[in-house]
């Protein structure tokens, strides 16, 4: 069982950035996705961006409103996601959720992910 914790939430202004971290616990896995969700208040969990990895490499897939500032990347020997958030704009005020499951349908859908950590707040003034 994989326990993922999240951490590097914050306030920060406008235009500014933020790296948020996803640590996994427990057991680890040679093929693997983990994705960032985020949950704006009043506004339904949307997929932000996603990490696939196996024995060939790793995939990257962003949402279009994230695409050239927000990049996600693994660190293998600390169990970790980041993500790194730039340019940030108001409209990216959520709790940031990071979740990991099976190399198998859509990273975008997040009935494909089984283990999610417990969010972290991203608020960012204009």
């Known amino acids: 069982q994989v326990q993922l914790v999240e951490s590097g939430g914050g306030l920060v202004q406008a235009g500014g950035s933020l790296r948020l971290s996803c640590t996994a616990s427990?057991?680890?896995?040679?093929?693997?996705?983990v994705g960032w969700f985020r949950q704006a208040p009043g506004k339904e969990r949307e997929f932000v961006t996603a990490?696939?990895?196996?024995?060939?490499?790793?995939?990257?897939s962003y949402a279009d409103s994230v695409k050239g500032r927000f990049t996600i990347s693994r660190d293998i020997a600390l169990n970790t996601v980041y993500l790194q958030m730039n340019s940030l704009k108001s409209e990216d005020t959520a709790v940031y959720y990071c979740?990991?499951?099976?190399?198998?349908?859509?990273?975008?859908?997040?009935?494909?992910?089984?283990?999610w950590g417990q969010g972290t707040q991203v608020t960012v003034s204009s």
């Open positions: 427990g057991r680890t896995f040679s093929s693997f996705t």
């Open positions: 990490i696939a990895w196996d024995w060939n490499g790793s995939r990257k």
């Open positions: 979740a990991g499951g099976p190399n198998a349908g859509s990273r975008y859908s997040q009935v494909e992910y089984n283990t």
